[in-house]
């Protein structure tokens, strides 16, 4: 008796508690919106050299310290992937006039299969 009474307290408890655990619940999930969102719009702005659009003004302001000091930092050499005796060099040219690809009809072969069929059928009207 004691184990029913308890478990009819806690969903009532529960059923009038939710609102606000489901108010909450977005909330957080909001707040996490908005940091993903921060931390993307930083990561882009890094990866562009240029300016932060119609933000700049509000981005230099708030995390302006930390852009000057990435900045200052050099970045490394990116070494080549291909050596300069790997490959060859060729030469192009272009060609005056429109040239159209033709195809000749006559090297095309056809081999007609014969139809196996092993079910009867009629068309039903």
């Known amino acids: 008796m004691g184990f ?73 050499a990116r070494r080549k992937v291909f050596t300069s005796d790997v490959g060859e060099y060729a030469e192009f040219e272009d060609l005056d006039g429109q040239y159209h690809a033709t195809y000749s009809e006559s090297r095309t072969t056809v081999v007609e299969e014969s139809q196996v069929s092993d079910a009867e059928w009629e068309e039903i009207n």
């Not at 707040?31 to 993903?36: G, L, V």
């Not at 300016?51 to 003004?57: C, R, V, Y």
């Open 4 to 76: 029913l009474l308890f478990l009819i307290i806690l969903f009532i408890v529960v059923r009038l508690s939710w609102p606000w655990i489901s108010r909450k619940i977005q909330e957080k999930a909001a707040r996490m919106m908005a940091d993903r969102m921060r931390r993307d719009f930083e990561r882009q702005a890094r990866q562009h050299d240029g300016g932060f659009g119609p933000f700049s003004s509000w981005f230099e302001s708030t995390y302006g310290s930390a852009r000057q000091q990435a900045q200052s930092e050099p970045r490394p």
